[in-house]
């Protein structure tokens, strides 16, 4: 895997969903990922007006984006193919606020296939912000859709 950009731009995902800056693969099991909380925006300015935090569940989808990385291991997705999250059991263990610098800790536990579990940290310098277990994988989008008119 490569540096920078190139590596989060495998993400399906474009702004203002696309949280992840750079990822870097370090040795065989772990991939490390960074994002820094914007200071303006919709969801700073809406989580909580007077008192802006990061929203819980937008750690939970920067983590999900992460381990999505670490299983594509550099390839782009296959035509029609999407990252899913299967579950996530998580931690927050102290605010995330604008400006934040972070770092996404991704070690996988197990992989069957495609499927994944992930023990994850995230880390603001030296403190242990949030943690958890993820589940994830990929699926085609035909299967997220079929019924749907």
Request: hydrophobic share 45%.
């Amino acid at each position: 895997m490569t540096n920078g950009p190139p590596l989060v731009s495998l993400l399906p995902h474009r702004a203002p969903m696309l949280l992840l800056e750079d990822a870097e693969q370090i040795g065989e099991r772990t991939l490390v990922a960074y994002q820094t909380i914007p200071s303006s925006g919709p969801f700073v300015e809406g989580h909580f007006p007077g008192f802006a935090l990061w929203p819980g569940a937008l750690l939970v989808e920067a983590m999900a984006q992460a381990t999505a990385l670490y299983l594509l291991g550099g390839r782009a997705l296959a035509p029609g193919e999407v990252p899913v999250l299967g579950a996530a059991d998580c931690r927050f263990l102290h605010p995330v606020f604008p400006g934040d610098r972070l770092r996404f800790h991704i070690e996988l536990v197990r992989r069957i296939d495609e499927l994944g579990l992930f023990a994850v940290r995230v880390e603001r310098g030296d403190e242990v912000v949030a943690r958890g277990r993820i589940t994830a994988g990929f699926t085609r989008l035909a299967t997220l859709t079929e019924g749907k008119p």
